[in-house]
């Protein structure tokens, strides 16, 4: 069974950075792709990078292009998302989630998730 562990989360200024961490194990990682998402209060959860892990292949919500960059570590099971230029509409609760197959950016194709971790972005 895929675990997933997410780590990083907290407050920062708007114009900071924070790095989140996801933790996995129980899969088959050559199949996998990671994706990170975010909700905020009062709205629908919403893509913004992922990542296929053997390739390395990125795909980014336009929201988060130039902005964050999401990697990986293979030998710790483990990726990151890095977010520079922090913005109070980056407030929200970050979750990592993985999928074997599907689209990229589609909630419903990941089976897999974390139990999320919040940024709070202050301005």
């Known amino acids: 069974q895929v675990q997933l562990v997410e780590s990083g989360g907290g407050l920062v200024q708007a114009g900071g950075s924070l790095r989140l961490s996801c933790a996995a194990s129980g899969g088959t990682f050559s199949s996998f792709a990671m994706g990170w998402f975010r909700q905020a209060p009062g709205k629908e959860r919403e893509f913004v990078a992922a990542?296929?892990?053997?390739?390395?292949?990125?795909v980014y919500a336009p929201s988060a292009k130039g902005r964050f960059t999401i990697s990986r570590d293979n030998a710790k099971n483990t990726a990151y998302l890095q977010m520079n230029m922090l913005r109070s509409e980056d407030t929200a609760v970050y979750y990592c989630a993985a999928r074997y197959q599907g689209s990229y950016n589609n909630a419903n194709d990941y089976p897999y998730w974390g139990q999320g971790t919040q940024v709070t972005v202050s301005s």
């Open positions: 990542i296929r892990w053997i390739v390395g292949t990125t």
